[in-house]
């Protein structure tokens, strides 16, 4: 779904008319009528599904207590799944942390200085400074792997170390480093590059509402949740840990640009099915969860 197709379905069930769509969106009423055709069983789904969606949060709020858990797949011996997700591309090895003069910042200092930074400066990033960004909120500083189970320790939390959040970045401004779409592999502390073409940093921008600070950033950090990780072990309640694991991660990734006199500004307006199809991922096994703008003060 595109971020037009999106504004259309949004404008006609927030009851606007015809005419207001096409002034909105800049579109002839032909054009309206053709997209309303097209899009009428999407519509009618939506329509469909309104009611459940009126009560969803609490609904998950309270179907998620342990009361109605049953067993996991975990306990019912199931096959464990992987913590780390293959990928494939081109890698580019990352500087090692240990390396960067913080100056005077002490985390109290992080801490009331953070603010979400909207406007960055043009100075690019380092590759030191994007390195220690992903290891304070991603990298995982132990592997471990048997037939029972698979887990990684990192310097987040997350619950039973399940660690179900995989990392992305969006890079517009890193010196040395190509823009790009890649993915951080956090065991061996490298970049993979996923997709270089710049049609894909448009849809990134357009995926995320158009928000000024995703084309103005150094990089744009979009965290995918891999639900099966966490419910394997924790049944349907496993999806309340997916938000809180992004949640330390998002924090993490906040003071840590903070000593590098950088701003990160969290965002969770975006449009899910636009970012999943640049990731390609389905939605559903793997989704997008947050994502994160970062750029030097």
Same mark, same amino acid.
């Given at each position: 779904m595109d971020p037009r197709t999106?504004?259309?379905?949004?404008?006609?069930?927030?009851?606007?008319?015809?005419?207001?769509i096409s002034k909105e969106l800049e579109l002839s009423l032909e054009e309206i009528q053709l997209m309303q055709q097209t899009l009428r069983s999407v519509l009618r789904e939506i329509e469909a599904e309104r009611p459940q969606a009126r009560t969803i949060g609490a609904d998950f709020a309270r179907l998620t207590s342990n009361v109605y858990a049953e067993k996991s797949d975990q306990e019912l011996e199931l096959v464990r799944p992987?913590?780390?997700?293959?990928?494939?591309?081109?890698?580019?090895?990352?500087?090692?942390?240990?390396?960067?003069?913080?100056?005077?910042?002490?985390? !109290?200092?992080?801490?009331? !200085?953070?603010?979400?930074?909207?406007?960055?400066?043009?100075?690019?990033?380092?590759? +030191? +400074?994007l390195s220690f960004l992903l290891y304070c909120s991603s990298w995982a500083r132990d592997f471990r792997s048997n037939e029972r189970m698979e887990i990684t320790f990192r310097n987040v939390p997350s619950a039973g170390s399940r660690h179900p959040i995989e990392t992305f970045v969006d890079l517009r401004r890193v010196a040395g480093l190509k823009p790009g779409l890649y993915y951080y592999h956090p065991i061996k502390h490298c970049l993979i590059l996923y997709d270089e073409s710049p049609e894909t940093q448009n849809k990134v921008f357009e995926g995320c509402f158009r928000q000024e600070m995703i084309q103005s950033s150094a990089a744009n950090f979009i965290y995918t949740a891999v639900p099966y990780r966490t419910t394997w072990r924790y049944g349907q309640r496993g999806y309340?840990?997916?938000?809180?694991?992004?949640?330390?991660?998002? !924090?993490?990734?906040?003071?840590?640009? +903070?000593?590098?006199?950088?701003?990160?500004?969290?965002?969770?307006?975006?449009?899910? +099915?636009?970012?999943?199809?640049?990731?390609?991922?389905?939605?559903?096994?793997?989704?997008?969860?947050?994502?994160?703008?970062?750029?030097?003060?």
């Open positions: 999106f504004d259309y379905i949004y404008l006609k069930n927030h009851g606007a008319s015809d005419e207001e992987d913590a780390i997700k293959a990928r494939s591309g081109e890698i580019f090895a990352l500087p090692a942390v240990g390396k960067l003069d913080f100056g005077q910042i002490s985390l !109290q200092d992080a801490i009331s !200085q953070r603010r979400s930074l909207r406007k960055y400066s043009d100075e690019p990033l380092s590759q +030191e +400074e309340r840990y997916l938000y809180i694991d992004a949640g330390h991660i998002g !924090q993490n990734l906040s003071l840590a640009a +903070e000593a590098v006199g950088s701003g990160a500004c969290m965002i969770g307006a975006y449009l899910d +099915e636009a970012l999943n199809k640049v990731l390609k991922i389905d939605g559903t096994q793997e989704f997008v969860i947050y994502v994160a703008a970062v750029g030097k003060k």
